[in-house]
């Protein structure tokens, strides 16, 4: 069985009842946005895509090794933006503030870490945290 997978930061409560101040300023920009969730909030670090589920411990195992090389990091919401058309974007996406580029130290490893134990070849985005999508009617 495949599953589609990505390794991803999650906040904490106190980063979560913050975010979730900061999104309510935005629902006026984006009135037929569809929110993500709370619990969906998530900073995405690596995209693994379609991926047995025999190799989901493969995957745990070089998610620990690269955060065993790391302490905790302090990181914030920065700027954002949106993918589409400026008026009527599709995504709306925040950037990362705070310690980013301990978080990109930390993102290089993993991605090191999952072509060694898993033999994955990732797509190196910068980390960032979507937070709604523009629902089209079909």
Avoid: Y
């Amino acid at each position: 069985m495949s599953l589609r997978l990505f390794v991803a930061v999650t906040p904490t409560p106190e980063q979560l009842a913050r975010t979730r101040e900061r999104i309510r300023e935005l629902h006026e920009l984006a009135p037929h946005a569809k929110w993500v969730r709370d619990e969906g909030l998530h900073l995405t670090l690596a995209f693994l895509g379609d991926t047995e589920e025999a190799r989901v411990p493969d995957v745990t195992a070089a998610m620990d090794e690269a955060a065993s090389k790391h302490p905790p990091l302090t990181l914030t919401l920065a700027h954002g933006g949106g993918f589409g058309a400026p008026r009527t974007p599709r995504v709306l996406w925040a950037g990362v503030g705070g310690e980013a580029e301990r978080l990109g130290l930390l993102q290089a490893d993993l991605a090191a870490e999952l072509a060694l134990e898993v033999a994955l070849a990732l797509d190196q985005r910068d980390p960032d945290a979507t937070r709604g999508e523009e629902q089209r009617e079909r």
